[in-house]
């Protein structure tokens, strides 16, 4: 069943064009196109997709890394802020209410805490109106109210609280942590609330190794962000940072910001539980990052280097494969036109046959019946017109005899004689073949020169229909010339296993049209009514050559003159001969 | 010197009876035959032929059965065959010298030919006969 190719056609046109029986170099140079498109494509698509996926999955890697490292770092910032509010629980709760209010316990804790948490700016106690009982730092606090403060209310509710970086009165960046406790005494709330310099923060992310180009810090995440600590690439706390915060509060959100060219911000942002702060981690240009400049830099060289080797061997392969085509193609319809010539010869041989038999026969009868009458003419006595009848009769009978000469020669032609095998030495026949022609080219002024090869080895095969085939190319050679030239007899071996015999003559030459029919039976081109020819002489010559296995082809330029180039094997494989003939 | 008996055998009458007239005027006795089984019928029947002309190809039995019939009858008989094709004769060898013609000839033949020929098939079966053998 025929594969339905239409598909494959619409997109590759002339992908199965090589095997229509046009041989035009424009069939071949679509088809060796279109074959070097779809190797390049089976090629080039497997390798685009690998590369790309090598592309993604060597992103998603370092997508995967920035996200462990937020997530570490994330960790480590939350753990120290529950430290730190774990030490002011722990502090509170070695105190009541009351010692904690003394100045001297306060302060002494303080200067403890101080000395383990330099960021530790003040520690202050507030009672449940919001006014501040006792103080200990660096400023004059003692006794401020913050019951109007947002993180007052805050604390009371939530029990703890963070507060966003400010400058406060104190007039550098810090940090409120505030804790609400209850006083077994008479039952009301109270706060312990400490600030912290963000120095402290600063000092403790700067430790979180987040590899290189990486910048982490904290920013708030109410209103317009604002910096909580100091950024490499935006500045000191509380410098507005420039980027919206996602809306999403759990997990980690990473985005991208570009810039010019491919220098890319890779920037990572979890929100800090129980904090108003979000944790920023942001890589600056990380597609100019070693390694993926590196990774970068291969891929493409892997990609360019495969792409033309490929280009180049697929463009060798087809044109290899599609010469190779070319050539099967035309050696294939070379061979057919030999063939149908040799089968066209064959059935005209066979054909030439049948009706020579048919002829016979009557011709028969026609010469046995002028032959009576002759006969009769001889015994009878004159009479009238008796000369004349006997011309007559003659007459019949040269047209008869002319007729013989052609069925037989037919006849000669497809009949399966019993070839007489001896040794023969091609060089002493081709001798013997001229002594018979010698006078005939003398006469003509044709000058005949014999090439015979040395170490032509000897040939089994038939003298007789040998020297007929000789005698009739040569002879042949002759006619061509007409009047002055030259006949040159080549012979050669060709291999162990056949030898070869040139006819070349320098007479007009045979043209084009005419070439592809001298072996066919009753062309001539002898029209001169001397010379007169059956048209079979080649024919014939054509049919023995085969009979014997050899072959014989013909070359001519018009004007230059004609070479005819027998092919003889050196033994004849009788088997395949009566095959030959027979068929 | 007694007549050279001569029996022509051809399935066209015309041929057959023509050729044997006008060997009857070269000096032979010649009796000409349409069918090999005549042919056959009057050589059993005795009748004495030093030469048969016999064509090759004839309806029911070929010339190349009916030679061997003859030959096998009496192998002195010389046969000469008479061809109007190509094709010709394939015995080789003791089969050929045992069974085979004393000539093939092509129609149309050439009456001088074919008479040099019939005397030359008489000069061999008078040899075989002078050395006795056949029949």
Redesign the interface.
């Known amino acids: 069943m025929k594969k339905d190719l239409g598909w494959i056609k619409k997109i590759f046109p002339g992908v199965d064009d090589y095997h229509k029986t046009m041989t035009s170099p424009e069939r071949y140079r679509r088809f060796r196109r279109t074959l070097s498109m779809v190797m390049i494509a089976t090629f080039l698509i497997p390798l685009i997709l690998t590369t790309m996926l090598s592309y993604y999955e060597h992103r998603s890697q370092m997508l995967a890394n920035l996200r462990w490292n937020a997530e570490s770092a994330k960790k480590t910032i939350e753990a120290f802020l529950s430290e730190l509010q774990t030490v002011l629980v722990y502090t509170a709760n070695g105190h009541t209410y009351e010692e904690l209010v003394s100045d001297d316990n306060l302060n002494t804790l303080y200067h403890r805490l101080k000395s383990y948490y330099p960021g530790v700016v003040d520690l202050g106690i507030i009672d449940h109106k919001g006014i501040q009982q006792a103080y200990a730092g660096p400023y004059e606090l003692f006794g401020k109210d913050y019951s109007d403060r947002d993180w007052f209310e805050v604390v009371t509710v939530n029990k703890t609280y963070i507060g966003l970086v400010e400058m406060g009165y104190r007039k550098v960046p810090h940090f409120a942590i505030a804790v609400n406790f209850i006083n077994t005494t008479n039952g009301q709330n109270w706060v312990f609330r400490t600030n912290i310099d963000v120095t402290t923060l600063d000092k403790y992310i700067e430790n979180i190794s987040a590899g290189p180009l990486s910048d982490i810090f904290l920013v708030s995440r109410k209103g317009e962000p604002r910096l909580q600590t100091t950024s490499q690439q935006y500045g000191p706390p509380l410098s507005p940072f420039p980027y919206r915060l996602p809306t999403n509060r759990i997990g980690i959100t990473i985005s991208e910001e570009r810039g010019v060219w491919d220098y890319v911000d890779l920037k990572a942002v979890s929100f800090i539980e129980g904090t108003p702060w979000a944790l920023v981690l942001m890589k600056h240009g990380y597609l100019y990052g070693k390694d993926w400049s590196f990774f970068k830099a291969r891929l493409f060289f892997i990609v360019l280097a495969s792409t033309f080797l490929a280009l180049f061997v697929i463009l060798l392969i087809t044109r290899l494969f599609v010469g190779r085509i070319r050539e099967a193609d035309e050696k294939r319809e070379s061979m057919m036109a030999e063939i149908e010539h040799t089968s066209k010869l064959a059935s005209i041989g066979r054909l030439a046959?049948g009706i020579?038999?048919e002829i016979?026969?009557p011709?028969?009868?026609?010469?046995?019946?002028t032959?009576?009458i002759m006969?009769?003419l001889e015994?009878s006595e004159d009479f009238k017109h008796k000369k004349k009848i006997a011309s007559e009769i003659h007459g019949t009978s040269n047209a008869?005899e002319r007729c013989?000469v052609i069925t037989?020669r037919l006849?000669?032609?497809?009949?399966?004689?019993?070839v007489t095998l001896e040794s023969i030495s091609i060089n002493n026949l081709m001798r013997e073949v001229l002594s018979f022609l010698d006078q005939e080219a003398l006469y003509r002024g044709i000058h005949v020169d014999l090439d015979l090869g040395d170490s032509i080895p000897i040939i089994e095969s038939d003298r007789g229909q040998l020297q007929q085939i000789f005698l009739n190319l040569v002879n042949n050679a002759i006619d061509a010339i007409g009047k002055d030239g030259k006949v040159i007899i080549k012979t050669r071996a060709r291999d162990q296993n056949s030898i070869q015999i040139d006819v070349i003559d320098n007479g007009k030459g045979i043209t084009q049209d005419i070439i592809s029919h001298i072996f066919e039976p009753f062309f001539t081109t002898k029209d001169s009514v001397e010379k007169k020819g059956t048209g079979l002489g080649l024919f014939i010559t054509y049919g023995i050559i085969k009979k014997l296995g050899g072959q014989i082809s013909v070359r001519s330029s018009e004007g230059v003159g004609t070479t005819f180039s027998v092919i003889l094997p050196v033994k004849i494989n009788l088997s395949r001969r009566v095959f030959d003939v027979e068929s | 010197m007694s007549k050279v008996k001569v029996l022509v055998v051809d399935d066209?009458i015309?041929?057959a009876t023509?050729?044997a007239?006008?060997l009857n005027?070269r000096g032979f006795e010649t009796t000409a035959c349409f069918c090999t089984e005549d042919a056959l019928a009057l050589i059993h029947a005795k009748e004495v032929f030093d030469v048969v002309l016999l064509d090759l190809k004839m309806p029911h039995m070929d010339g190349m059965e009916t030679l061997e019939e003859i030959k096998k009858y009496n192998s002195t008989i010389e046969v000469i065959m008479l061809t109007?094709?190509?094709?010709?004769i394939?015995l080789?060898g003791a089969e050929r010298k045992k069974f085979g013609p004393f000539d093939c000839i092509?129609?149309?033949?050439d009456?001088n030919e074919l008479t040099t020929k019939i005397k030359q098939a008489m000069a061999k079966r008078q040899l075989a006969l002078d050395q006795g053998e056949g029949k």
Do not use: Q
């Not at chain 1, 006849?411 to 019993?418: E, Q, V």
């Not at chain 2, 109007?84 to 010709?88: E, P």
């Not at chain 2, 092509?106 to 033949?109: E, G, H, T, Y």
């Open positions: 046959a020579a038999h016979n026969n011709l028969a009868i026609i010469s046995a019946k032959g009576l006969d009769l015994l008869v013989k037989h006849l000669g032609f497809a009949r399966r004689m019993d | 066209e015309e041929f023509t050729l007239e006008r005027i109007g094709h190509g094709g010709g394939s080789v092509m129609k149309p033949a009456i």
